[in-house]
T-cell receptor
Framework: AQSVTQLGSHVSVSEGALVLLRCNYS??????LFWYVQYPNQGLQLLLK??????LVKGINGFEAEFKKSETSFHLTKPSAHMSDAAEYFC???????????FGSGTKLNVKP | DTAVSQTPKYLVTQMGNDKSIKCEQN?????MYWYKQDSKKFLKIMFS???????INETVPNRFSPKSPDKAHLNLHINSLELGDSAVYFC?????????????FGPGTRLLVL
């Protein structure tokens, strides 16, 4: 079975500080992992995804994530937060025979000036 | 042009009514999905169609019935609406439904049942 746990429903950082959003997964098959961002009153937009190539994945807007099989983690980072990064972030894993996403409960990122 | 579009964007209705939400994608994808996002922002898949064929059918009340008239459209009809149906419903699409594909999401339909 597949599942995702996002630690911390709310994360607050100062502008310019490191962003670290945590995601741990459980999967009975080799996982494919995704990070999506949701801005207020909008749909979800892909930030990056891991598809078993490089373990360090770079995405849009300066975000990156590292797949660590030994820790079953796929944490999202950004070296320097910007006010425009304030949003809800979702980690997801796919499993089974189809492109069925299992989403985490989301982490709301607040960026303080 | 919007890749995945949904109508309406907002839907306020009374309990017991029947309503439909429409979704269209212009990406040429074969697979489309419906998700429900509850008040705590938790996202859960409801249905998925590949080439107009139902491939994912989660445990959803049978008051919810998806319909795919063609590959580019996946509509969601809800009968006898209940208070608990209030949520944001997202449509998404992907190329052919394989596990590593990106899903592209619509802007959501905010349903409020009174």
């Amino acid at each position: 079975a597949q599942s995702v746990t996002q630690l911390g429903s709310h994360v607050s950082v100062s502008e310019g500080a490191l962003v670290l959003l945590r995601c741990n997964y459980s999967s009975s098959v080799p996982p494919y992992l995704f990070w999506y961002v949701q801005y207020p009153n909008q749909g979800l937009q892909l930030l990056l995804k891991y598809t078993s190539a490089a373990t360090l994945v770079k995405g849009i807007n300066g975000f990156e994530a590292e797949f660590k099989k030994s820790e079953t983690s796929f944490h999202l980072t950004k070296p320097s937060a910007h006010m425009s990064d304030a949003a809800e972030y979702f980690c997801a894993v796919t499993g089974g025979n189809f492109n069925k996403f299992y989403f985490g409960s989301g982490t709301k990122l607040n960026v303080k000036p | 042009d919007t890749a995945v579009s949904q109508t309406p964007k907002y839907l306020v209705t009374q309990m017991g009514n029947d309503k439909s939400i429409k979704c269209e994608q212009n990406l040429g994808h074969d697979t489309m999905y419906w998700y429900k996002q509850d008040s705590k922002k938790f996202l859960k898949i409801m249905f998925s169609y590949n080439n107009k064929e139902l491939i994912i059918n989660e445990t959803v009340p049978n008051r919810f019935s998806p319909k795919s008239p063609d590959k580019a459209h996946l509509n969601l009809h809800i009968n006898s609406l209940e208070l608990g149906d209030s949520a944001v419903y997202f449509c998404a699409s992907s190329q052919d439904g394989t596990r590593w594909e990106t899903q592209y999401f619509g802007p959501g339909t905010r349903l409020l049942v009174l």
